[in-house]
């Protein structure tokens, strides 16, 4: 979720920065509100929970995109970086959650998510929209952020932390192989 993205980018920075008025758009979640960084298992080889590990790489994703703007400004680029999450959705993505689960959220799933095309929105803002600026963050606007009209969404305060973002920069460099900017 998350190391895909770094990767790629350090792939694509070269043709991306070359590119006029280019843009990169992490994918982030909701879900990095719970997320914490944890370098002794950024891999989740050591131990692993099923939301522990996505909440990290949403949080995860959502850093580097920080990180990657500062980078890019910094290196007086003219490409920006943003970010972006869907909310809740009527996806596959329930098919992890067991069914007598899924089964009892239902009721209020129904209440909450919205249809693919709606939650694709806040990254086409992301992508697309003419007064977007480099650092940004959209999702959707409605209740908890899980649906609704597409605008800047919520950041936590633990997503704007630089100090572990420059140090998740190093790591993924270090694990990927891939250094850039």
Known sequence: NYFGHFLLTGLLIGQLTKTTESRIVSLSSIAHKSGKIDFDNLNSEKKYARMTAYSQSKLACLMFSFELQRRLEASKSQTISVAAHPGVSNTNLSRHIPKWLELILKPLFM?????????????????????VKGGQYFGPKGYREMNGLAGEAFIAGRA???????????????????TYL
């Open 111 to 131: 209440l909450t998510i919205h249809e693919p095309k709606e939650a694709a929105k806040p990254t086409l803002l992301a992508a697309l929209g003419p007064e």
């Open 160 to 178: 704007k932390n630089e100090q572990v973002a420059k140090k998740l920069w190093e790591e993924s460099e270090r694990l990927t192989g891939n």
